[in-house]
């Protein structure tokens, strides 16, 4: 009961701050008279959401970006499993990783945008590439933590109870391991947003088709601002949306059930 009301309060606090902001906005433009092309009221973003949406072009670019994500982050999400477990079975493929780690982690995906294209074109398959090599490198580091951070008598208690490697790994090192899955998760899914905005915002439209980004870069090239602001809002209530529906969920029946972290 005080983790549903601890819950309840903690929404009712963050749109409190949301309307505050909102509200903050409209002041701002209203009384400092501020032109609308460098920031529109947020009644007329609000107007813009609802125009753009009503005709179908953000919803349409939503869907797109989404699938572009998805697929890459699915990508990375394997390949970060496959390339963990080999590290931890192969010695020398652990330190091949750890110095991939220390060279790719730092470096912004949207960096080796320009060799992706020469590779593969301008195409969908480029943003995807984009967006896996952004997100794979944190999924890989935290997984690689928490494995690391599993007391080793947790694992010799697993084995002198007869498990097998596959039910030690289910039992014991995935879910000791499991919040910095988690963590690097939700590290994954921002820089894959990240990813899939800036590289369409380099080079416009995918063969013809594009996301939240083209569709703010295209919005931008014509100064229609509020159409802009439209379109961040979108990635803004998705951010949202994941973060509360998806990894707090998650987080709630796993991690905090199990103990493993305080309730924030």
Same mark, same amino acid.
């Given at each position: 009961?005080?983790?549903?009301?601890?819950t309840?309060?903690?929404?009712?606090?963050q749109?409190?701050?949301? !309307?505050?902001?909102?509200? @903050?906005?409209?002041?701002?433009?209203?009384?400092?008279?501020?032109?609308?092309l $460098?920031l529109?009221?947020?009644?007329?973003?609000?107007?813009?959401?609802?125009?753009?949406?009503?005709?179908?072009?953000?919803?349409?670019r939503t869907?797109?970006?989404?699938?572009? !994500?998805?697929?890459? &982050?699915g990508?990375?999400?394997?390949?970060?499993?496959?390339?963990? =477990?080999?590290?931890?079975c192969?010695?020398?493929?652990?330190?091949?990783?750890?110095? &991939?780690?220390?060279?790719?982690?730092?470096?912004?995906?949207?960096?080796?945008?320009p060799?992706?294209i $020469?590779?593969?074109?301008?195409?969908?398959?480029?943003?995807? =590439?984009?967006?896996?090599?952004? =997100?794979?490198?944190?999924?890989?580091?935290n997984?690689?933590?928490?494995?690391?951070?599993?007391?080793?008598?947790?694992?010799e208690?697993?084995?002198? &109870?007869g498990?097998?490697?596959?039910?030690?790994?289910?039992?014991? &090192?995935?879910?000791?391991?499991?919040?910095?899955?988690?963590?690097?998760?939700? !590290?994954?899914? @921002?820089?894959?947003?990240?990813?899939a905005?800036?590289a %369409?915002?380099?080079?416009?439209?995918?063969?013809?088709?594009?996301?939240?980004?083209?569709?703010?870069?295209?919005?931008r090239?014509?100064?229609?601002?509020?159409?802009?602001? =439209?379109?961040?809002?979108v990635?803004?209530?998705?951010?949202?949306?994941i %973060?509360?529906?998806?990894? %707090?969920?998650?987080?709630?029946?796993?991690?905090?059930r199990?103990?493993?972290?305080t309730?924030?």
């Amino acid at each position: 009961m005080n983790s549903k009301k601890d819950t309840i309060l903690k929404t009712i606090r963050q749109f409190a701050f949301i !309307i505050i902001l909102m509200a @903050a906005w409209e002041l701002s433009v209203r009384l400092g008279n501020l032109p609308s092309l $460098l920031l529109p009221s947020f009644a007329n973003v609000i107007q813009s959401f609802i125009t753009q949406t009503s005709n179908g072009e953000l919803i349409q670019r939503t869907i797109f970006s989404l699938y572009l !994500i998805g697929t890459g &982050l699915g990508i990375a999400i394997v390949s970060a499993l496959a390339i963990t =477990a080999l590290s931890v079975c192969i010695r020398w493929v652990s330190e091949w990783v750890q110095v &991939l780690l220390a060279i790719m982690h730092p470096l912004p995906g949207i960096a080796i945008l320009p060799i992706i294209i $020469l590779w593969l074109g301008s195409g969908p398959q480029s943003i995807i =590439a984009v967006i896996t090599i952004s =997100a794979v490198w944190p999924v890989i580091a935290n997984l690689s933590i928490g494995l690391r951070s599993i007391p080793v008598t947790q694992i010799e208690v697993g084995r002198n &109870l007869g498990l097998n490697r596959f039910k030690l790994t289910w039992s014991i &090192l995935l879910p000791g391991a499991f919040p910095h899955i988690l963590s690097g998760l939700r !590290i994954a899914w @921002a820089r894959a947003w990240q990813a899939a905005v800036a590289a %369409e915002m380099v080079f416009g439209a995918s063969g013809g088709e594009g996301g939240l980004g083209w569709f703010i870069y295209k919005k931008r090239f014509f100064l229609e601002t509020a159409d802009v602001f =439209a379109g961040m809002i979108v990635i803004v209530l998705i951010g949202l949306l994941i %973060e509360r529906v998806g990894f %707090e969920w998650i987080e709630n029946i796993t991690v905090r059930r199990w103990g493993m972290t305080t309730h924030g």
